[in-house]
C-alpha cells in the first residue's frame, strides 16, 4: 500500500501584483514530498514572483499559502545577498573542521564539480571579490550540502558550463527524497530533472504536459 506523500507547500487563489499589472491571478498549486516542477514561460510572465512568493520571500496580495511545519527550504534567486567579507568556507560548510567535511565523499563531489575543488585556494576565498557567476556557484553548493526539504532553483544553468550542468542534473536526479521547483530556459536539464512542469503566462498558471516542444520560452 502506498504511503501519502506529505503536502509540502499549497497555493490557494493566490493573486500579486505591481501597480496595476497583475503578475499571478488566483493561482493554485500544490508541491508535496519528492515532487519535481518545472515552471516554464516567458520573461515577465510571473515565474520569478511565484517562486518568491511560495519561499515566503514575497507576500501574496490575496490567497492564502501554507507550508508545512518545520519545513527546510532553500532558495536559489537570481540574486542573493551575501556578505562579501565572508570566505566560500564559512559560508559554504559553516563552523565544521575540515576533516569533517573533507572526508565525506558528498560534499567533496559538490565542491569539485561547481567550485573546482576544495583547496585552501578555493575554500579561503573571500566572497566580495568572486565575479555573479562565481557567487551563484557557491550559492548553489551551499543550497546542495544542506538538509533540505525543498529546493526552489531560479535558472540554476545559469554561468555553468555544459559539463556542470550535467552533474547538476545527475545530482538532482539521485536525491530522490528531495522535492524540487525550478525556473530554467534550458530545455535538455529541465527534461532531466523535472517530472511535471507548469507554465507561467501573465496572471496565471497552467500545468503542462511533458511535451515542451510547442511551447514558446522567448
Same mark, same amino acid.
Given at each position: 500500500?502506498?504511503?501519502?506523500r ?11 501584483s ?14 508535496a ?16 514572483? !511565484? ?6 520571500? #514575497? ?11 518545520d ?28 576533516? #569533517? ?8 563531489? =559538490? ?41 526552489? !532553483?531560479? #535558472? ?18 539521485s ?29 496565471? =498558471?497552467?500545468? !503542462? ?10
Amino acid at each position: 500500500m502506498s504511503v501519502a506523500r506529505r503536502n509540502l507547500i499549497n497555493l490557494e487563489k493566490v493573486s500579486k501584483s505591481f501597480g496595476r499589472e497583475p503578475i499571478l491571478d488566483s493561482v493554485s498549486l500544490g508541491v508535496a514530498e519528492a515532487d519535481r516542477i518545472g515552471v516554464v514561460g516567458r520573461n515577465g510572465g510571473g515565474k520569478s514572483t !511565484l517562486l518568491r512568493v511560495m519561499s515566503a520571500l #514575497e507576500p501574496p496580495d490575496s490567497g492564502r499559502v501554507t507550508r508545512a511545519n518545520d519545513i527546510a527550504v532553500g532558495v536559489l534567486a537570481q540574486a542573493a545577498d551575501i556578505d562579501p567579507e565572508s570566505t566560500v568556507r564559512s559560508y559554504v560548510v559553516g563552523d565544521r573542521q575540515t576533516h #569533517e567535511w573533507s572526508s565525506q565523499a558528498h560534499t567533496r563531489d =559538490v565542491l569539485t564539480a561547481l567550485l573546482g575543488g576544495y583547496s585552501e585556494e578555493v575554500m579561503g576565498r573571500h566572497l566580495g571579490p568572486l565575479s555573479g557567476g562565481e557567487r551563484r556557484r557557491v550559492e548553489l553548493a551551499r543550497l546542495l550540502l544542506a538538509d533540505l526539504d525543498l529546493l526552489i !532553483l531560479d #535558472e540554476p544553468t545559469n554561468h555553468l558550463d555544459v559539463e556542470a550542468i550535467a552533474w547538476l542534473a545527475r545530482y538532482i536526479r539521485s536525491r530522490r527524497e528531495l522535492a524540487l521547483i525550478v525556473v530554467t530556459h534550458d530545455r535538455w536539464f529541465l527534461n532531466r530533472v523535472a517530472t511535471a512542469v507548469v507554465a507561467a503566462t501573465v496572471a496565471q =498558471v497552467r500545468h !503542462l504536459l511533458r511535451q515542451l516542444g510547442s511551447f514558446g520560452w522567448a
